[in-house]
């Protein structure tokens, strides 16, 4: 283990009791390079800690994980867990990083005989599809200006499910039928790489270029040689990550650690949600040695970028056709440049090849380079304390006793959450609104 990782580690102190130090560590890499991907963030850890693989596990008893307060009833235990989770999530660095707004993702899903396997409940290709449409929406949410394709990986090849896409109903409707998806034969990593490779080739250099591989099967059926797609990958700049759902692979993690993306290999249900939502911030930008990184982190150079504001045109207007699919529409937006009328925003005009963004959403991607400070949980109240939040202005809740080990997880004993530099208390509900939703401390601004 690394030494590093006590301190991050805020939910599961009783975890690496159940784990085979060794054997769990495996699983993920050491480098540092992606923050966070060490720690198991388990959704269900917190009932009682007795997670491992979810393939040694028989059945399980969620029932003896929550106890019964005096009075016999659930409700502080769940409240509990329920703080516990929210406090789970981040504590990331709030200095300034240099970090991709523009992104382009290819979602790799392995379609292939072994995601029909049941040590994930129902079977992973189910769960897989689920968090694949949770993913997308929170992808979307948090980065409004990106963009995402979908490849599966079945008989051996690689299958276009979704081109590449700023509009996340698009993309679920790729995903939504899960019949035309049903697992079958062997994956293939290098016609799914080869595919999602040339599919990013006509991307500008401003924008990142990215691969997330949702794998279940340990073996891989290739064409050529993977290593010839691996260096092909490197020099294109493509930045690959790996979720396994089996076991590490070598080739899967050469893959990440050679393209500077992140491995991880899930544990049970919770843990692949975790890992899979910790790829929704964008990757801070490293310098690439081979190119005079050392410059390039020290003082790095700005590209401008050439952005247009469109002009909306409301639903009553007389309908006209649009240039991206040629369809009389009423509503649309008016490329600045050429006049174009284009569908939906963000996107490229089909016209002139300009970028079409709105305001807000620029706004909303730029929450990434300035994230809003972690609160600090309170262990108690200070005397001049008010009684109620400062986001909700509802009252706090009463302090309670029977929060074991609060201040460990990072929960606090009594339900408050201080921004360090208002100092103001927020209670739970809003400390995770303000960091997840909002992006910006109402006490501050
Ligand atoms: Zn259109
Ligand atoms: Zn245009
Ligand atoms: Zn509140
Ligand atoms: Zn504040």
Not at 20 to 37: F, I, P, Q
Not at 339 to 363: R, W
Request: glycine share 8%; aromatic share 6%; net charge negative.
């Amino acid at each position: 283990m690394p030494p590093n990782r006590s301190n991050l580690d805020l939910s599961d102190s009783d975890y690496d009791e159940e784990v085979d130090v060794d054997d769990y560590d495996g699983g993920r890499k050491h480098t540092g390079k992606t923050k966070g991907k060490e720690l198991p963030k388990n959704r269900d850890m917190g009932l009682g800690g007795k997670d491992g693989y979810s393939w040694e596990a028989t059945y399980t008893r969620t029932w003896d994980a929550v106890q019964e307060d005096e009075g016999g009833s659930l409700q502080n235990a769940v409240e509990d867990l329920l703080a516990r989770g929210r406090r789970r999530r981040l504590l990331a660095p709030t200095g300034a990083i240099r970090r991709t707004i523009i992104r382009h993702l290819v979602i790799l899903i392995d379609l292939s005989s072994s995601m029909l396997d049941r040590d994930m409940r129902p079977t992973r290709f189910d769960l897989t599809l689920q968090y694949t449409r949770e993913f997308i929406v929170e992808w979307f949410d948090q980065n409004p200006l990106g963009q995402v394709g979908i490849i599966g990986m079945r008989g051996g090849l690689g299958e276009k499910i979704g081109d590449m896409t700023g509009n996340p109903q698009e993309i679920l409707k790729t995903i939504s039928d899960r019949d035309k998806l049903l697992p079958d034969g062997e994956p293939s990593l290098q016609n799914a790489l080869e595919m999602a490779r040339s599919s990013m080739n006509h991307l500008p250099a401003h924008s990142s270029r990215e691969v997330l591989i949702l794998f279940g099967s340990l073996t891989t059926c290739d064409p050529g040689n993977i290593h010839d797609t691996v260096q092909a990958a490197i020099s294109d700049k493509v930045r690959v990550s790996v979720v396994a759902l089996a076991a590490e692979m070598k080739i899967c993690r050469d893959l990440c650690n050679k393209t500077g993306g992140a491995f991880g290999v899930a544990l049970n249900e919770g843990h692949y949600r975790d890992l899979l939502f910790e790829a929704i911030p964008p990757p801070a930008q490293r310098a690439n040695p081979s190119t005079g990184g050392s410059a390039l982190s020290s003082n790095p150079s700005s590209d401008l970028l050439i952005m247009g504001f469109p002009t909306r045109i409301p639903e009553s207007s007389a309908p006209s056709l649009c240039v991206c699919h040629s369809e009389l529409k009423r509503h649309g937006y008016l490329c600045p440049r050429c006049l174009a009328k284009l569908c939906d925003v963000p996107t490229d005009c089909d016209i002139c090849g300009l970028m079409i963004v709105s305001s807000p959403h620029l706004a909303r991607s730029y929450h990434h380079l300035f994230p809003v400070k972690p609160y600090q949980a309170r262990t108690t109240i200070a005397d001049a304390a008010p009684e109620t939040c400062g986001g909700c202005s509802l009252a706090f809740p009463v302090p309670r006793v029977t929060l074991s080990d609060g201040s460990a997880s990072g929960v606090s004993p009594v339900g408050r959450y201080g921004c360090p530099d208002c100092q103001k208390d927020f209670c739970s509900d809003c400390d995770e609104f303000v960091h997840s939703v909002l992006h910006v401390c109402p006490g501050c601004s």
